[in-house]
């Protein structure tokens, strides 16, 4: 019996679908939170403070904007596929990473040998089997999406798409963005959190706006951290042109 078990990845592209609702979840909290409920009322108050409030409403909603654009880009770019029937020509160089020039008929010579219903077939080592298609260098097969990806970085299921060749920059921007905005956030709601542990009441306070500060506090400080470590990994895979699959085989 033919098991393959990459099929039970995908179940988790119907997951991903859920993210982006998860996404735009935290951002309204977060926007209710931050604009709504800490800037927004202050803005009449007038004084150098007013000042400073208008400077981070302005520098929030334009990380808002490049941070959903570039999570727009990075969920309907294609990660760059590999055409139909494609073959690695026999006598074309490639340079891989470290420079070095290498022959690709190296590759075509060393030929992986595989048991099939016809029997002893010779195939090449850059060959999908699930694909049946040729495989380029650095090129990934992605079990969440069935097919094959030209530099795959991971499966995002944050953006429901691989991160590969083609759109590994907006990959990158979204990060970056996303970590600013939830560092600013953070800084924005983290006197009146301090002043709710301290028991500094404020008259305008109800429970239910100090439970949506509460939570978006909570939401913004664990994205911050977690992208800082994404921030920090990327950029190192960056200066040495890795990629994350790459990293683990
Ligand atoms: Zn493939
Ligand atoms: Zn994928």
């Not at 006598?91 to 420079?99: A, I, L, P, R, T």
């Not at 500094?200 to 429970?207: E, F, G, L, Y």
């Amino acid at each position: 019996m033919d098991l393959n078990f990459f099929r039970m990845c995908s179940p988790l592209k119907s997951l991903g679908y859920c993210m982006i609702f998860l996404v735009f979840g935290i951002i309204g909290v977060s926007y209710d939170a931050v604009v709504v409920l800490t800037l927004g009322p202050h803005l009449l108050d007038g004084g150098a403070m007013t000042l400073l409030f208008v400077v981070l409403l302005a520098l929030f909603h334009v990380l808002l904007v490049l941070l959903s654009w570039s999570y727009f880009m990075v969920l309907v770019k294609d990660p760059g596929s590999v055409p139909a029937n494609w073959k690695m020509l026999p006598q074309q160089n490639v340079e891989d990473d470290n420079s070095v020039v290498s022959s690709i008929s190296v590759v075509i010579t060393n030929s992986a040998t595989t048991n099939t219903s016809q029997g002893l077939e010779r195939k090449p080592i850059g060959y999908c089997d699930r694909c049946q298609n040729g495989k380029p260098p650095r090129c990934h097969h992605c079990s969440i999406c069935q097919r094959c990806v030209l530099k795959m970085d991971h499966h995002c299921l944050w953006v429901v798409n691989c991160v590969g060749a083609q759109n590994y920059k907006f990959f990158l921007l979204f990060v970056l963005y996303t970590f600013l905005e939830t560092l600013l956030n953070t800084l924005v709601l983290l006197p009146k959190f301090i002043n709710f542990f301290r028991g500094v009441k404020h008259h305008s306070s109800s429970p239910g706006k100090l439970a949506v500060t509460f939570l978006a506090f909570v939401l913004n400080l664990a994205f911050a951290l977690s992208l800082l470590c994404f921030v920090i990994m990327h950029t190192s895979l960056v200066l040495s042109n890795t990629t994350s699959v790459e990293l683990f085989i």
